[in-house]
């Protein structure tokens, strides 16, 4: 596969789809099934694609994917965005849909997403699920420089930032954090530290199912010390893709984070407006932490990043701002200009740039998806630093 950074696909790109190293089957048919009965998704057997390798003790690496004409159907060029209205999925009011979305665009991936057992497997799909219901659920205040928590169950240090006090539940004190339906306040959160509270909560409700003594230990860390920002990366989650080697700039699973970025140097020097930490929630949407019921299409979200070049402004400190007000107005103005909409998002929906690189040409999209490691006994490789 072979993508440049003007978004067009030169080859098209291939399903890979789903990889466990050992499964403990006859033959290649009967680990279809196995894996198709396991994500509650029989009917796709029609659907798929399988290699299998005997290994010793009747067990085996197995390789399962979407038939290649049938991912050009249901997501050309693996492009996902639309797929649960391809598939009629309804995933926001059907915990099944939501499922059902996230089992077939891993079987179209590009990448192959391996797993040491169907077991982890199963647990990588729930954690995508409880992500995507916890995200739905979140809202927060916008701050850069501020950050309140919930006071019954956090307390701040300064060295240490937020920790949860002792007897607090690890589940309850993110959630009360991050949904205001529960809590019955607001609370403040950069973009990037949102994401995490959000995938912690959604590892940490399935480690309780399926890992209680992993789950013990990330209540302690977080008791002690919380993990943020490329630590959190290193330690939490698995990557895929690259500057050299992009995924498919509109190839997404429900439980993905990904970062937008703004392609605009002088405005992505104003604190917080460098880009845009995001949750992929199925459905074509994206987060939208500060507007729930306002979730982003990739175009609205690139449309915004694109007009924060023009709200932008200096405060009375002589500190860049955006003008959230002004870039709202813009946006909404740029979308009754078909041709206006048209040329930005030839310019935005590209892959970005580089780190430190601006250029005119450059996009928002990222070349790569963020998701949980691999959590159950035995297999976890989400190995927790001590406290």
């Given amino acids: 596969m072979t993508l440049a950074n003007d978004g067009?696909?030169?080859?098209?790109?291939q399903p890979q789809g789903?990889?466990?190293?050992?499964?403990?089957?006859?033959?290649?048919?009967?680990?279809?099934?196995?894996?198709?009965?396991?994500?509650?998704?029989?009917?796709?057997?029609?659907?798929?694609?399988?290699?299998?390798?005997?290994?010793?003790?009747?067990?085996?690496?197995?390789?399962?994917?979407?038939?290649?004409?049938?991912?050009?159907?249901?997501?050309?060029?693996?492009?996902?965005l639309d797929l649960a209205s391809t598939l009629q999925?309804?995933?926001?009011?059907?915990?099944k849909d939501l499922l059902r979305e996230i089992c077939v665009a891993m079987l179209m991936g590009p990448v192959a997403f391996e797993f040491p057992s169907l077991e982890e497997l199963v647990s990588a799909v729930r954690i995508r699920r409880n992500i995507v219901q916890a995200a739905r659920k979140t809202t927060l205040a916008f701050h850069t420089s501020e950050a309140e928590r919930p006071e019954d169950c956090w307390?701040?240090?300064?060295?240490?930032?937020?920790?949860?006090?002792?007897?607090?539940?690890?589940?309850?004190?993110?959630?009360?954090?991050?949904?205001?339906?529960?809590?019955g306040a607001l609370y403040s959160?950069?973009?990037?530290?949102?994401?995490?509270?959000?995938?912690?909560?959604?590892?940490a409700q399935e480690l309780v199912q399926c890992n209680p003594p992993l789950y013990q230990q990330l209540q302690t860390l977080w008791e002690q010390r919380p993990?943020?920002?490329?630590?959190?990366?290193?330690?939490?989650?698995?990557?895929?893709?690259?500057?050299?080697?992009?995924?498919?700039?509109?190839?997404?699973?429900?439980?993905?984070?990904?970062?937008?970025r703004n392609p605009d140097g002088v405005s992505a020097e104003a604190s917080g407006f460098e880009g845009s930490w995001v949750m992929y929630m199925g459905g074509g949407l994206f987060t939208n932490f500060w507007k729930r019921d306002q979730p982003y299409t990739l175009e609205q979200k690139c449309l915004e990043i694109y007009h924060w070049r023009h709200g932008l402004y200096f405060d009375a400190e002589g500190e860049e701002r955006i003008d959230e007000d002004k870039v709202a107005v813009l946006v909404q103005?740029?979308?009754?200009?078909?041709?206006?909409?048209?040329?930005i998002r030839a310019l935005t929906e590209r892959y970005?740039?580089?780190?430190?690189?601006?250029?005119?040409?450059?996009?928002?999209?990222?070349?790569?998806?963020?998701?949980?490691?691999?959590?159950?006994?035995?297999?976890?490789?989400?190995?927790?630093?001590?406290?």
């Fill in 155 to 183: 307390t701040y240090d300064e060295d240490r930032g937020f920790v949860i006090k002792p007897g607090a539940s690890l589940i309850d004190a993110m959630t009360k954090a991050t949904q205001p339906e529960v809590s």
């Fill in 8 to 13: 067009l696909q030169r080859t098209s790109p």
């Fill in 89 to 95: 999925l309804d995933t926001e009011a059907s915990e």
């Fill in 333 to 343: 103005e740029t979308l009754r200009n078909p041709a206006e909409l048209a040329r």
């Fill in 227 to 260: 993990i943020r920002s490329g630590e959190f990366h290193d330690v939490f989650l698995r990557e895929q893709g690259s500057m050299e080697e992009p995924l498919p700039p509109r190839y997404y699973v429900p439980g993905d984070r990904t970062w937008f």
């Fill in 189 to 203: 959160f950069s973009c990037y530290r949102a994401t995490e509270y959000v995938i912690v909560l959604g590892i």
């Fill in 18 to 80: 789903i990889l466990i190293r050992q499964l403990a089957c006859a033959d290649g048919q009967e680990a279809t099934r196995a894996v198709l009965e396991a994500l509650d998704a029989q009917d796709l057997m029609a659907c798929v694609e399988a290699q299998w390798s005997a290994g010793a003790g009747g067990g085996g690496a197995f390789n399962l994917w979407l038939r290649p004409a049938q991912a050009a159907q249901w997501a050309p060029g693996l492009d996902t």
């Fill in 352 to 387: 970005r740039e580089a780190r430190g690189i601006y250029t005119d040409a450059g996009g928002c999209i990222d070349t790569t998806r963020e998701f949980a490691r691999w959590v159950r006994p035995g297999t976890a490789d989400m190995v927790l630093p001590l406290p």
